[in-house]
């Protein structure tokens, strides 16, 4: 039988078959050991062959093959830095919330996530929320950002999960697709996507605040059906967005501006750092290419995992 994961909790999945059953599968213990180095080997949004087994007349399954992926978002495992966490897979889109405030959402952040998500050819629409608690100034930083992020070539639409702005907009966007919410803890990711499709109901999550030495807090997502088509993939907040996998000299092709200037550099290995004649650092000069864009960059090559990170993990 061929299903679609719908749920993990790390050692069972909520599968559901196209006829609409659901059934909670387990996985061979072989895919543990064949090189995956993700936290998870199955992830939300997975297609999976199993097989059906009856014990102690409870029905279950076995899962027994995973359908290759068009795409992944990926981030590093909480503690087990050398892990990856594979939060969901098969997305046509993700939603990235931010806040300017309560709680402030870096632009290191936001610009980790997308290299990661333009590296595993994952689309971003970036959601400005709760742009009715702010003021004018506040506001300014809003369509600064927004303007920012425009000119590279992403869609920003400010939104107000409470007050409904711009929530038919975003409703729209996800007809008939498979998306993806995320952002910090905290950001009204559970308070849009009940705006969006109050049957839901979805609650909000609880985040660990257990970081000692060793304690391991894993991050699950979980898919919902649309009534108006397409599923919604709801992920619980995440404080740090490790970039993983990326050598430092194609972590510039990740960044839109920073690639299409590639070409005119004098060296064609230019890191853009302190190498003559960089069309990067002169685009920079030239107030052509956002400064802060230009940080996250050398952060990301110089390996800063830590100066990025804030500690919003209260509940949303």
Avoid at 207 to 226: V, Y
Wanted: with cysteine; glycine share 6%; proline share 2%.
């Amino acid at each position: 039988m061929t299903g679609l994961v719908y749920k993990s909790t790390g050692s069972w999945y909520t599968v559901k078959t196209q006829l609409g059953e659901t059934y909670d599968c387990r996985i061979k213990g072989k895919f543990r050991i064949k090189g995956i180095k993700s936290t998870n080997p199955i992830a939300v949004g997975d297609y999976v062959d199993f097989e059906l087994e009856t014990k102690n007349n409870q029905v279950s399954g076995v899962i027994h093959k995973i359908h290759d992926r068009k795409n992944y978002i990926v981030r590093k495992s909480v503690n087990l830095s050398k892990q990856t966490h594979i939060i969901a897979s098969n997305i046509d889109q993700v939603f990235l919330m931010i806040t300017i405030n309560n709680p402030p959402t870096l632009t290191s952040f936001i610009d980790r996530f997308l290299v990661t998500a333009e590296a595993y050819s994952v689309k971003t629409v970036l959601l400005f929320n709760k742009i009715d608690t702010y003021n004018e100034e506040t506001l300014d930083e809003v369509r600064y950002l927004a303007h920012v992020y425009r000119q590279i070539g992403y869609e920003c639409i400010g939104v107000s999960a409470k007050s409904g702005k711009n929530v038919d907009k975003v409703k729209a966007l996800m007809k008939d697709k498979v998306s993806m919410f995320s952002g910090h803890s905290g950001v009204g990711k559970s308070t849009l996507v009940n705006a969006i499709e109050p049957g839901l109901n979805i609650k909000t999550k609880e985040i660990s605040t257990l970081h000692s030495q060793g304690q391991h807090t894993t991050t699950f997502a979980e898919m919902f059906d649309l009534s108006f088509g397409g599923q919604i993939i709801d992920t619980p907040g995440i404080k740090g967005f490790g970039v993983v996998d990326m050598e430092k000299e194609e972590v510039g092709d990740y960044f839109p501006e920073i690639f299409a200037l590639k070409q005119d550099c004098k060296f064609n290995n230019c890191l853009h750092v302190k190498e003559p004649k960089c069309a990067v650092k002169e685009a920079l000069d030239n107030d052509e290419i956002s400064f802060s864009r230009y940080r996250s960059y050398l952060q990301i090559i110089e390996g800063d995992e830590e100066h990025y990170r804030t500690d919003n993990w209260e509940k949303e």
